[in-house]
């Protein structure tokens, strides 16, 4: 039976929840290049980062910052590390006000494995678009599936052509769910 994966989201639909803004550097700018952190490739070392609370509430295990950083606390970050340490890179980050460690979760790996005839919609970026520079690369993914037969060993990763998609396999789900990680929602790919 092949492996099941899910792709990992930012519940939300919780009442009261924190909202986190956008990766800062130790001089409190903006980091350079946001979009490095779901790259799916590791991430040069970081100076001390700091992530901006732009709505107060409940902190949560989960969280999607700025520019769809993933943020974890120290719990699934031990979860996720102990089941796919060689997938994932954590850079330490602190979130204002909150003296609990937190990291950006970054997946390592980037696989070529979106299923286009399985997935809802899939949109490619064409020459009427005005950017050949992205020509033939995704423009939008809906009801995304992916093709398992592809993924080889990797539990955690991003899928090539939509790097916004953080996936996981069935047992980091599982490992989640048992630690009852809050702010989490699983889709099936």
Known sequence: MPRRYFRLLDDVTLPGRWELGIPLDGHGYEVDDPWMFRAGQPVPSQQTLSIPVEQPGTSLDFSLAGFSTPIVSARVAVVISELAAQDIQL??????????????????????????????????????????????????????????????????????????ALIVSEDIKLALERIRATGIRFTEV
């Open 91 to 164: 850079v330490s980050v602190n979130v204002e006000g909150h003296a609990e460690p937190h990291f950006i979760l970054v997946a390592t790996r980037l696989i070529r494995c979106i299923d286009d005839a399985a997935s809802e919609e899939v949109i490619r970026w064409t020459p009427q678009d005005g950017r050949p520079d992205r020509v033939g690369q995704y423009r939008d993914v809906e009801g995304l599936r992916i093709d398992p037969t592809r993924v080889g060993d990797a539990k955690v990763f991003r899928t090539w052509g939509w790097s916004i």
